[in-house]
């Protein structure tokens, strides 16, 4: 949650700050004049997000105060919203000048503060690292070699569209040809499973090889170990739809 450091000799411009952004869901910290701003960065300075710091002071002005911490590489990035009584072009440019963020005048609304504060935070928030890129899948040397051994037989299968071998979770490893839809991999999945339990049920032996025929097309699911493939092509022209 961020953290502003509020800066103003005024106990009630103080509280009434700290009211308004823990309404908001906002933490906050006061100090009354620039000096003890000053110190009480130098103790936890990561801790603080924004500075609200108000113009005139006793002693250290808000500009003051602003130029010495933009001027400090340790305090350099820290954001200010300055607040005054009196906003004027000469204000915005003194504060600009100053390297605030931003000018707001007092007596605040919470409707006119809020928006400004949200807006420097976002602004100054630091961008998310990018998300690693997923690690290749990786085919073992066995598994590999059993592959390529059967893409061989459909090399020369003028029917032939598209060939992916899926891990048992159905995620694919290598593809050849179009990407399959999510569901046929599901479906290649449901159906290497469900012949491989009716094969042990029926057979005493696993199944290895799954065909479906549906319209002028045809699915051969392949099982190998710790894998399978799934082999989409023409079908014989009036065929009908059936599981071998």
Do not use: W
């Amino acid at each position: 949650m961020p953290e502003i450091l509020i800066v103003d000799d005024s106990v009630s411009v103080r509280k009434a700050l700290e009211i308004t952004f823990r309404n908001h869901a906002l933490d906050s910290r006061s100090a009354a004049s620039g000096e003890q701003a000053l110190d009480m960065l130098d103790e936890a300075a990561a801790t603080c997000d924004l500075l609200m710091v108000d113009v005139i002071m006793p002693g250290m002005s808000g500009l003051e105060l602003c130029t010495r911490l933009k001027a400090d590489a340790r305090s350099a990035h820290l954001p200010v919203i300055l607040m005054s009584g009196n906003v004027d072009d000469e204000i915005r440019a003194q504060a600009r000048e100053a390297g605030a963020s931003g000018v707001l005048r007092k007596p605040f609304r919470s409707e006119e503060l809020i928006p400004l504060v949200q807006e420097v935070l976002a602004a100054h928030r630091p961008a998310a690292a990018p998300a690693a890129a997923p690690a290749a899948p990786v085919i073992d040397d066995g598994h590999l070699g059993a592959l390529n051994a059967l893409l061989q037989t459909y090399e020369d299968h003028p029917q032939v569209r598209d060939v992916v071998m899926l891990d048992r979770q159905g995620q694919p490893l290598k593809q050849t040809g179009n990407v399959l839809p999510e569901n046929i991999q599901l479906f290649a999945r449901f159906f290497t499973n469900t012949a491989g339990v009716l094969g042990r049920q029926m057979l005493g032996e696993d199944i290895d090889q799954v065909g479906i025929r549906y319209g002028a097309h045809q699915m051969v699911i392949h099982n190998l170990p710790g894998h399978f493939v799934v082999v989409l092509m023409g079908a014989p022209e009036g065929g009908t739809r059936v599981v071998n």
